[in-house]
């Protein structure tokens, strides 16, 4: 059974900085896509930042020049960095994944249960 564990979150002023991690176990034999959401008190889930098995990312406007997506294949593991945060990007933090695992007939997805990051001013 494939389990996203995210780990990093946490408290924060305004202008600094966080790493997350979302690490993927669980019989996989490959990751497609990785990427991570975000959802406020009262909104909705939005996407934040992907990356996929190539390393090629995108990301929302809203963490561009201040998020940076990476990932390490070998770890299974996805990474988000986050600088110059703002008390808007306050948020939980979960990692999704397509997944290729050991008892599944083809990819499927999957998400972590999330992290929760509180950015103060």
């Known amino acids: 059974q494939v389990q996203l564990v995210e780990s990093g979150g946490g408290s924060v002023q305004a202008g600094g900085s966080l790493r997350l991690s979302c690490a993927a176990s669980?019989?996989?034999?490959?990751?497609?896509?990785m990427v991570w959401y975000r959802q406020a008190p009262g909104m909705q889930r939005e996407l934040v930042a992907r990356i996929s098995s190539g390393g090629g990312t995108n990301y929302a406007d809203s963490a561009k020049g201040r998020f940076t997506i990476s990932r390490d294949n070998a770890k299974n593991t996805v990474y988000l960095q986050m600088n110059s945060l703002k008390p808007e990007d306050t948020a939980v933090y979960y990692c999704?994944?397509?997944?290729?695992?050991?008892?599944?007939?083809?990819?499927?997805?999957?998400w972590g249960q999330g992290t929760q990051v509180t950015v103060s001013s």
């Open positions: 669980g019989g996989i034999f490959s990751i497609n896509v």
């Open positions: 999704y994944a397509v997944v290729s695992s050991l008892g599944t007939l083809g990819p499927q997805g999957y």
